[in-house]
């Protein structure tokens, strides 16, 4: 029948315009993050014979299925899965490096050796007042380097701190976001442009959340999602229309603690467990420096405690304060500086106790707890260095092979175009063979 | 499906070429430097030894100042030593011409004159100022050595001995002479002191005692004994002279050491270094060259 000719070559340049259709939206997408590459979903339409009409031929064309979304949801998973745990040691390794910079670049190490050796420098004329004004000098640039140092590890915290929060609300965005998401998706229909655009938004923003925090997913079946927060165990951030609130809690001593509502959250990838291992590696080192501070302390007021000043009364402490931020210089004078031993006349060039202050400093070894703190925090970076290069290439892998499959690639796209512009092209032909059937048949006298 | 997505593409080029080059920037940073170590992460290991070693050179630094300061005070007091020398041979030889039994009492005089003027100039010897204006053999004291009591006598005022200065590495000298350690001597078993022998010549030649060329003789001897306290202790000064070169060579050895291997630990090898960026350069740019060609590959170009 020409009818059902014309019906079936219809139908076919349908589908061949929904296939150009949905060709120029991928080539059109091809740059856009997130997009997934959108294959049309057609399928034929024949009628099953009937009761005596076991042999005929009952063909109607073609039908659009919609679309369907070339989304791996295992790659998918292994994105967020990868991608958390490299944006935490990506974090976690520029906390390392900034805790570097700090004590690094306050110059502890090279005061305290050039405080040292002002000290020996002494001990050639311990009655000179320019060498005894030159270790004061020198002390008092160590008792700075160490506040610089403090400094230092203050700001990292604090931008720690300020990166934890501004990422809670970062998560809590996103979570409202899906919530409202779920609604939507509850309400579309399978297969739809609205659908696959609305799973487009889903993935992005689950990709999206997992670089703060580990979140576990699970779609039901309308491909509404809920998410767990700190792996499959945590607690139920986002269920179908609500969102919970995530919220941190800074301690006393700098360091950050999350919950959800009530029940507390243990993040073990994303930025938000970087800034929260960072903040206690933070309070770390600060208590190392304040440890090489206080020795320093104890042992020059020690030593100068055992000595006589230029003019013969007692030494009293070089240092006041305690810790890395507190440590300051006590002494005004050079000639405070208890070279000579107790019983020592005013004026004595003795330098005895000048040698057991040196010895002293020897034996407390301070430069190399120093030392010990920078090789210490130096190897620590250099190992989240080549974790965080490896988690990246894993990640990186990752979203490559995402990318691969569920990308757009131009050259095939473009040998789509040719072949639904040939099935335009050949179903149009077969609409005008039925014009041609048509009118032959009307030609009949 | 082994296909790539353009995206993908993209994405791995940009990875690939931006990874050469961020080798290559750190490369050219190395040897535009030439200090392999940026940071301590770069290496621990090597920038805590880098550090050990770059303290080393500065207590170096302090050590040879100090030696310079030991050497410059032994030095004066070897000079000092010398005048004290020089000085007591001019006694001795106004000695032996008062030993002279045909002198007349007022030659004898004129002869005491001399000695009590030595006498005066080894006082004053004495209390030489070293570098920093210190007594120079007067110990740890920081006023004079000897303080001149009821007529004209000399008390020593200074410490018992002199401080140690510290050389690096545990070594030290002791920076100078006690005025006792070389003017005190023992005559006939009891101590004296060469103001005291000189200044009892003197008095002797001035008619102090009946017989003033018996005296002159007998003081001779003690003034020999004097001469020889001088000339050893100066060898000693000597020998401390030579042990500060010794430890000033060992330190240039042990500096010359430290700086080798601070640029073997620390510094860019620089024929690696280059050899190195120019393969990382070349591969950078076929992957530059190959990426220009891949990228323009599209079968766009090719459907007219």
């Known amino acids: 029948m020409s009818s059902d000719l014309l019906n079936i070559a219809a139908s076919g340049v349908r589908a061949a315009r929904a296939g150009l259709d949905v060709t120029s939206q991928n080539i059109a997408n091809a740059a856009t993050e997130g997009y997934v590459r959108r294959t049309l979903r057609q399928s034929e339409v024949a009628l099953a014979g009937g009761y005596g009409r076991v042999g005929d031929l009952s063909l109607s064309g073609v039908r659009i299925d919609g679309l369907q979304r070339n989304a791996d949801m295992f790659r998918q998973a292994e994105v967020r899965r990868t991608g958390g745990d490299a944006a935490r040691a990506a974090s976690e390794l520029n906390t390392w490096q900034n805790v570097e910079a700090a004590l690094e670049q306050a110059r502890v190490f090279p005061a305290l050796t050039q405080f040292e050796n002002a000290l020996q420098r002494l001990a050639t004329d311990p009655v000179d007042p320019s060498l005894r004004t030159a270790v004061l000098e020198d002390a008092r640039t160590l008792t700075r380097t160490f506040g610089i140092a403090a400094n230092g590890l203050d700001t990292v915290a604090a931008g720690l701190q300020f990166d934890a929060a501004a990422g809670v609300g970062q998560v809590n965005l996103f979570a409202g976001q899906l919530a409202q998401l779920n609604v939507q998706l509850a309400r579309a229909t399978p297969g739809s442009s609205d659908q696959v655009s609305l799973l487009d938004r889903r993935d992005a923003l689950l990709a999206n959340l997992s670089d703060y925090a580990d979140i576990s997913a699970s779609f039901a079946a309308d491909q509404t999602v809920t998410v767990r927060i700190g792996g499959s165990a945590g607690p139920v951030m986002v269920s179908g229309n609500s969102a919970g609130t995530l919220s941190s809690t800074t301690a006393p001593d700098g360091t950050i603690s999350f919950a959800l509502g009530a029940s507390p959250v243990t993040l073990s990838s994303g930025t938000l467990a970087a800034a929260q291992q960072g903040l206690v590696m933070v309070r770390d080192t600060r208590i190392s420096l304040d440890t090489v501070a206080d020795a320093l302390i104890a042992t020059a007021n020690g030593a100068q405690a055992t000595g006589v000043a230029l003019d013969g009364t007692p030494g009293q402490p070089m240092f006041s304060g305690s810790g890395a931020a507190g440590i300051a210089l006590a002494l005004t004078s050079g000639s405070q500086l208890a070279t000579a031993p107790a019983g020592a006349p005013a004026s004595s060039r003795d330098p005895a106790n000048l040698v057991a202050m040196r010895a002293a400093f020897d034996t407390a070894d301070i430069s190399g707890q120093a030392s010990g703190l920078l090789f210490q925090v130096a190897s620590a970076t250099q190992g989240r260095k080549l974790t965080s290069e490896a988690l990246d290439s894993i990640a990186s892998g990752a979203k490559l092979a995402l990318d691969s499959q569920a990308g757009v690639n131009l050259d095939e796209e473009a040998v789509n175009l040719v072949r639904f512009q040939q099935a335009f092209q050949a179903s149009s032909k077969a609409i005008q063979v039925a014009s041609d059937m048509f009118d032959t048949l009307l030609a009949i006298r | ?304």
């Open chain 2, 1 to 304: 499906m082994t296909s790539v997505s353009t995206s993908a593409f993209y994405e791995r080029s940009n990875q690939d070429l931006a990874t050469l080059r961020a080798r290559a920037t750190a490369l050219q940073g190395s040897i535009s430097s030439g200090q392999r170590l940026t940071t301590g992460s770069d290496d621990p290991v090597a920038a805590a030894r880098m550090r050990t070693l770059s303290r080393a050179d500065s207590t170096a630094a302090i050590d040879q100042a100090v030696a310079a300061r030991a050497t410059s005070d032994l030095t004066l007091t070897d000079q000092a030593l010398s005048a004290f020398a020089d000085s007591l041979i001019r006694v001795q030889e106004l000695a032996t011409q008062a030993a002279n039994g045909v002198l007349t009492a007022s030659q004898r005089a004129g002869i005491a004159t001399e000695i009590e003027q030595i006498h005066g100039e080894l006082i004053r010897l004495a209390n030489t100022r070293d570098g920093a204006g210190h007594a120079l053999f007067g110990g740890n004291t920081s006023g004079a050595a000897y303080t001149i009591g009821a007529g004209g006598v000399p008390t020593y005022a200074g410490t018992a001995t002199a401080s140690d200065l510290p050389l690096g590495d545990g070594q030290s000298v002791t920076r100078g002479l006690t005025g006792p350690e070389f003017l005190n001597f023992n005559i006939n078993g009891s101590p004296t002191d060469l103001f005291a022998v000189v200044k009892t010549l003197a008095d002797a030649l001035r008619g102090a005692v009946a017989d003033p060329a018996q005296a002159a003789r007998d003081a001779m001897g003690s003034l020999d004994t004097g001469l020889e306290t001088i000339t050893t202790q100066q060898t000693v000064v000597g020998a401390r002279l030579n042990w500060i070169d010794l430890n000033t060579e060992r330190q240039t050895q042990m500096g010359q050491l430290r700086a080798e291997e601070e640029a073997e630990v620390g510094g860019t090898d620089i024929a690696l270094a280059v050899s190195q960026l120019q393969q990382t350069m070349t591969v950078l740019e076929a992957s530059q060259a190959s990426f220009a060609r891949l990228a323009s590959l599209s079968l766009f170009e090719m459907l007219r």
